[in-house]
């Protein structure tokens, strides 16, 4: 199953991806081109989480459980699927200062950005 998208999904810049913290960017920030759009406490009025999702990875699961099966067998096969990664996936509502809203889907990295960045 795949991860989050990151990317705003609804609203005002429908289809920008929004992009981690690191080295070069110091707020998460979306992507629109020339002027970026930070979201940190300085540009966003609220946030609110519409809905937390918590996915496991089909990869993840299907891996360990060969391992677990040629290690232990048959119970190492279930207990290595059932270990699968869990994958937290979170649809947040944001409005911004100057009126504009957007809908994001973001994974739990960015989505901790976001608290920190506007708190």
Same mark, same amino acid.
């Given at each position: 199953?795949? %991860? /989050?998208?990151? &990317? *705003?999904? /609804?609203?005002?810049?429908?289809? $920008? =991806?929004?992009?981690?913290? %690191?080295?070069?960017?110091?707020?998460? !920030?979306?992507? *629109? +081109?020339?002027?970026?759009?930070e979201?940190? $406490?300085? !540009?966003?009025?609220?946030?609110?989480?519409? !809905? @937390?999702?918590h &996915?496991?990875?089909?990869a993840?699961? #299907?891996?360990?459980?060969?391992?677990? +099966? /040629?290690?232990? %067998?048959?119970? +190492?096969?279930?207990?290595? /699927?059932?270990?699968?990664?869990? &994958?937290?996936?979170?649809?947040?509502?944001?409005?911004?200062? @100057?009126?504009?809203?957007?809908? #994001?889907? #973001?994974?739990?990295?960015? =989505?901790?950005?976001?608290?920190?960045?506007?708190?």
């Amino acid at each position: 199953m795949a %991860g /989050a998208e990151n &990317r *705003v999904v /609804a609203g005002d810049y429908i289809g $920008k =991806y929004i992009l981690a913290p %690191g080295l070069l960017i110091k707020h998460p !920030t979306i992507s *629109v +081109g020339w002027q970026n759009v930070e979201l940190n $406490k300085s !540009t966003v009025e609220s946030y609110e989480v519409v !809905t @937390d999702e918590h &996915r496991k990875s089909a990869a993840s699961g #299907v891996a360990r459980g060969l391992i677990g +099966g /040629a290690l232990l %067998g048959p119970v +190492g096969l279930l207990a290595g /699927a059932l270990s699968a990664k869990n &994958r937290s996936i979170y649809n947040v509502a944001i409005h911004f200062k @100057d009126g504009k809203k957007s809908l #994001v889907e #973001v994974n739990e990295t960015i =989505y901790k950005a976001i608290v920190k960045s506007c708190f």
